[in-house]
């Protein structure tokens, strides 16, 4: 069973920056695509971005393509999400999600395992 878990959200400023990190327990990390979404208070939960298996290719939504920068790390089995020049409609729950890489289509946003999600407060 594929254990995710989100750290690193909390409350700034808008312009600043945070980075958050998805540990993932499966002895076979570098073969599974990792998922960022978001839910705003009130709306639906929504595609941020994703990073695929071994490397091999990261994929963002318009709405955050600049900002949003995800990178991975095979040896830790985490895979980072950095978000710089934060606005008031980034706040929300941040959740990593984990599926096999071979599984979906690149651009698939069905995923099969979920973590709790971390909390994002921007301020204006």
């Known amino acids: 069973q594929v254990q995710l878990l989100e750290s690193g959200g909390g409350s700034v400023q808008a312009g600043g920056s945070l980075r958050l990190s998805c540990l993932v327990s499966v002895p076979t990390f570098r073969t599974y695509d990792i998922g960022w979404f978001r839910q705003a208070p009130g709306k639906e939960r929504e595609f941020v971005a994703s990073n695929r298996w071994s490397s091999s290719g990261t994929y963002y939504s318009d709405s955050v393509s600049g900002r949003f920068t995800t990178s991975r790390s095979n040896a830790k089995s985490t895979v980072y999400l950095q978000i710089n020049s934060l606005e008031p409609d980034d706040t929300g729950v941040y959740y990593c999600?984990?599926?096999?890489?071979?599984?979906?289509?690149?651009?698939?946003?069905?995923?099969?395992?979920w973590g709790q999600g971390t909390q994002v407060t921007v301020s204006s």
């Open positions: 999600a984990a599926r096999p890489g071979y599984s979906r289509h690149p651009a698939s946003r069905d995923y099969d395992s």
